[in-house]
């Protein structure tokens, strides 16, 4: 039996983040048991797929489920993950404005337009992602390091090299 939504009391307008391996998807709650969340065309239910999918920019379809039929077996939670630094808009509004996008196809890319952007531009009206922010900063330090290590490796080089003349 699947376990029931509410054990994590979930109210519409909530943002849901679901555990899936490398990224994490978003939805919105909607009430009844329902989320709505943007899915990349090219979504095949694997992690590598995605990541592969994720990318390149494709386009995605904004969807109304069941919250099973999204979560499937992944861990998820309610993360209204900006409410600290934004006012989230009126939970009416946000559903409505959800609903009014079912069906609709959008732009999707794992930097810009994501699963995360979808659900904080209608929760809070701007479109943002810790993820993306998160892999920002990690890229940005392994670059650090890898160049770190390159003017290392270059000035011991250097500094053999004189010390071989002597």
């Given at each position: 039996m699947a376990p029931v939504l509410f054990d994590i009391d979930a109210k519409?307008?909530?943002?849901?983040?679901?555990?899936?391996g490398v990224y994490h998807h978003w939805a919105v709650f909607?009430?009844?048991n329902e989320v709505i969340h943007l899915?990349?065309?090219?979504?095949?239910?694997?992690?590598?797929l995605e990541v592969l999918a994720f990318l390149g920019s494709s386009d995605a379809t904004v969807r109304r489920?069941?919250?099973?039929?999204?979560?499937?077996?992944?861990?998820?939670?309610?993360?209204?993950?900006?409410?600290?630094k934004y006012q989230p808009l009126d939970p009416s509004t946000i559903v409505s404005n959800a609903v009014k996008m079912v069906g609709q196809?959008?732009?999707?890319?794992?930097?810009?337009?994501?699963?995360?952007?979808?659900?904080?531009?209608?929760?809070?009206?701007?479109?943002?992602s810790r993820q993306v922010q998160t892999a920002a900063?990690?890229?940005?330090?392994?670059?650090?390091?890898?160049?770190v290590a390159v003017v290392?490796?270059?000035?011991?080089?250097?500094?053999?090299?004189?010390?071989?003349?002597?």
């Open positions: 519409p307008g909530d943002l849901i983040e679901i555990f899936g909607i009430g009844g899915i990349p065309s090219t979504h095949r239910g694997g992690d590598l489920q069941r919250i099973w039929e999204v979560v499937g077996s992944n861990r998820f939670q309610v993360n209204n993950l900006l409410d600290d196809e959008r732009p999707y890319n794992v930097a810009t337009h994501n699963s995360e952007h979808f659900v904080t531009e209608l929760r809070y009206g701007k479109p943002e900063v990690i890229g940005g330090v392994a670059a650090a390091g890898v160049a290392g490796a270059a000035l011991f080089s250097a500094f053999r090299k004189n010390k071989d003349k002597e």
